[in-house]
């Protein structure tokens, strides 16, 4: 069975670079059928995806955070990263990662299935 | 840029049914997917590809399309159901990912 875990700071610094790790257990990362995603949940609002990353380093992001977003994969680790540059209190939320569906052909992306439980990061001085 | 506008709010009594709709220009071109969120938890998909359903998922749960709306039916609503409801949907492109704002079920 396929669990996803999150890992990393839960306090960040504004200004400073926030951190994730994602780590992949129960199948490969190395799928060529899935890509993998970050989507956060300010405390008492709705999902806002962050960007999705494939095993070959295929990278969708959301245009809002692109300037500010870096997701990586390390396929020997069966993980995958976030980084967030930049920070301000607004980027304070619970961040999920989760196994995306695709279309290969035109790449379409699709639903998430399973996801990680969540960390909360706060940004705060 | 594309959205997705989702009722903050439905309120049904238990045994009865719940809609829950999701309205975005894109809906035509593009597959919507809808999840349950309960407090303190990850959210999980309940309908893919506007309606079909994940294996493990009562059949209560059930998703329509029609134009540019895509409406989650929950038939027979008992109190479990009460949660946080998101459509899922992406850009014309297919490769930027959106949200709607989320529906709030409340069990009466």
């Known amino acids: 069975q396929l669990q996803l875990q999150e890992s990393g700071p839960g306090l960040v610094k504004p200004s400073e670079t926030l951190s994730l790790t994602c780590t992949v257990s129960g199948d490969p990362i190395s799928s060529s059928d899935y890509y993998w995603g970050w989507i956060r949940q300010p405390p008492g609002k709705g999902l806002e995806w962050i960007g999705s990353i494939s095993y070959s380093w295929s990278t969708y992001y959301n245009p809002s955070l692109k300037s500010r977003v870096t997701i990586s994969v390390d396929t020997l680790k069966n993980q995958f990263s976030l980084n967030l540059k930049s920070v301000t209190a607004a980027d304070t939320a619970v961040y999920y990662c989760?196994?995306?569906?695709?279309?290969?052909?035109?790449?379409?992306?699709?639903?998430?299935?399973?996801w990680g439980q969540g960390t909360l990061v706060t940004v705060s001085s | 840029s594309h959205e997705l506008t989702q009722p903050l709010s439905v309120s049904v009594s238990p045994g009865q049914t719940a809609r829950i709709t999701c309205f975005g220009d894109?809906?035509?071109?593009?597959?919507a997917h809808w999840y349950r969120q309960k407090p303190g938890q990850a959210p999980v998909v309940l309908i893919y590809?506007?309606?079909e359903r994940p294996s493990g998922i009562p059949e209560r749960f059930s998703g329509s399309s029609s134009g540019t709306t895509v409406t989650l039916t929950i038939s027979g609503v008992q109190a479990e159901d009460e949660a946080d409801y998101y459509c899922q949907s992406s850009d014309s492109s297919g490769t930027s990912v959106i949200f709607g704002g989320g529906t709030h079920l409340t069990v009466l």
């Open positions: 989760a196994r995306q569906m695709v279309w290969p052909r035109p790449r379409l992306l699709y639903w998430f299935d399973p």
């Open positions: 894109v809906m035509p071109k593009q597959y």
């Open positions: 590809k506007n309606s």
